[in-house]
């Protein structure tokens, strides 16, 4: 399946925002700590979250979705390995680990996949494992970690790594003793993780800070979750409200503070944001302004919408730059961007983007999450016809980014 856009002139009407992949998925992973019937409310009906539930079976863990609601049902869960065929699929099957090695003092699964967007590895996970006792064995794609007693410790991230936190935060949940976790990112996945943590009954100081206090118990209770807003599928459409004339509301969004950051950088830009009880109304002439821009660790600017905000400053005012300080091959859009005659290269860690009125389409290639995003951006700019393929990517994240577009009357669809 591919995805065919046509330069769009107007946007106006609604898109509901989904469910919050990157927060969804390690509250999944942490359900298997639990011991009942737990429900996610506003779950994203996306591939990755799917493929979640497939490992959850595994484990013997009942999963019923529907509707946007998950049920979880971990009565009779009971240790198996994860095999790689599986957990190759998707990054978040990492976070497995630490939730069964709470559980059952043991893991073995086989190593994460996700995008390729750089460097991710897994090694401060497993320093960190290290130090509450647990034996780390990697044998070709299998990672064998067990622990004959699990315990509390005090240790520093060397590097703020979401991932790294969250499975340091579900292990430390059965650990014995108190956990101290220094260093560790603070993005929203991170705080609202500690909240549904803290409603099973883990005591848990200082979220939302650099520094966690964890004291694991020895029973769990079950908590029903609902999930909230998916922060980058939001940005990702006020971003191309930036460089398409636009009316149009975003609801959903009760509370934007986990936006804040993707909301600056649109005003730079020249977005016009009207905020109301649960929407953001959006008002936008399509002109957009240049300028330097960079990504960072959470509150800055996120990583994950550098592609689609370099396909948009190719409609800026002049030249512009975005400098990405996360990942270290995230630039893999400048290559497909060019074949819509973008102008655009890049040097060092900097993209250096020319302001391009002709864009033309073409047929061009998602290699990830996000910058397939950033491609129907970019072809919703471009003159003529523009056909995206591997949209199994786009899908690991977004429900449907078509159907979502078409509402507000961009010339997209599924072909």
Partial sequence: MAISVSKTEYLKGTIKIQGSKNTVLPIIAASIITNGISVIYNCPDISDVHVMCELLKILNIKTCYEDHVLTIDTTKACYAPLPYDMTCRLRSSVLMLG??????????????????????????????????????????????????YLT?????????????????LLAACGAK?????????????????????????????????????????GYLNCADYVNVFDRIVAG????????IPSNIILSGIDDIHYIKNILQVCAKLGLNVIRSEHNLHIQSCGRVNAGAFATGIYPKFP?????????????????SSVTETVFENRFSVVD??????????????????????????????????????????????????TIINDVSYIERGYENIVEDLRKVGAEITYI
């Avoid at 003092?105 to 086989?110: A, H, Q, S, Y």
């Avoid at 401060?124 to 509450?132: A, D, P, Q, V, W």
């Avoid at 919408?305 to 190719?314: D, M, S, T, Y």
């Fill in 177 to 217: 003793g108190r956990t101290i976790l220094r260093g560790v990112a603070k993005e929203p996945e991170i705080i609202e993780l500690c909240n549904y943590l803290q409603s099973l009954g883990i005591l848990i100081e200082g979220v939302g800070t650099d520094v966690l206090v964890i004291k694991g118990t």
């Fill in 303 to 319: 990583t994950d919408l550098l592609p689609v905000l370099i396909a948009v400053l190719l409609k800026g005012s002049g030249d």
């Fill in 152 to 168: 509390g410790c005090d240790f520093r991230l060397r590097y703020p790594s979401v991932g790294a936190t969250e499975n340091l």
């Fill in 236 to 243: 990702t459409y006020l971003l191309i409200a930036c460089a």
């Fill in 99 to 148: 939730a069964m090695l709470a559980k059952w003092g043991r893991g073995e699964l086989g190593m994460p996949g996700g995008c390729t967007i750089g460097m991710r590895p897994i090694d401060i996970h497993l320093e960190g494992f290290c130090k509450m006792g647990v034996d780390v064995d990697v044998a070709g794609n299998m990672l064998c970690c067990k622990s004959f």
């Fill in 336 to 385: 497909e961007l060019k074949k819509l005659n973008g102008k655009l290269f890049v040097a060092g860690n900097t993209v250096y983007i020319e302001r391009t009125d002709n864009l033309t389409g073409n047929i061009v290639n998602a290699t990830d999450l996000r910058q397939g995003a950033a491609m129907v951006t970019a072809g919703l700019m471009s003159g003529g016809n």
